[in-house]
Nanobody, 115 residues
Framework: QVHLVESGGGLVQAGGSLRLSCVAS????????VGWYRQAPGKQRELVAR???????VYADSVQGRFTISRDNAKSTVYLQMNSLKPEDTAVYYCNAAVGTREDWGQGTQVTVSS
């Protein structure tokens, strides 16, 4: 099991930027595929971006070109750089780490974008 802690959320005006961090508790983090998901009130949780152990990335169409996912395995950390934020990006953002059939979730961090 890997313990994940997200940070970096907050309140920002539309057009602003935030960088989220997901720190993992174990040193073998490099083998995990890590994803950022978000859930807005009344909506289903959705994938925002994902990065594999080989650093291949996938983005939701709604964030393509605005968000960037990256990882620093030496720090067991995955980042989500969010630029040009929009009010519709408001949600709780969760980190997910998966390897094989195992996956773990963080507790989430709130991102609120005001118009």
């Amino acid at each position: 099991q890997v313990h994940l802690v997200e940070s970096g959320g907050g309140l920002v005006q539309a057009g602003g930027s935030l960088r989220l961090s997901c720190v993992a508790s174990r040193s073998a983090f490099s083998i995990y595929t890590v994803g950022w998901y978000r859930q807005a009130p009344g909506k289903q949780r959705e994938l925002v971006a994902r990065i594999t152990s080989s650093r291949s990335t996938v983005y939701a169409d709604s964030v393509q070109g605005r968000f960037t996912i990256s990882r620093d395995n030496a720090k067991s950390t995955v980042y989500l750089q969010m630029n040009s934020l929009k009010p519709e990006d408001t949600a709780v953002y969760y980190c997910n780490a998966a390897v094989g059939t195992r996956e773990d979730w963080g507790q989430g961090t709130q991102v609120t974008v005001s118009s």
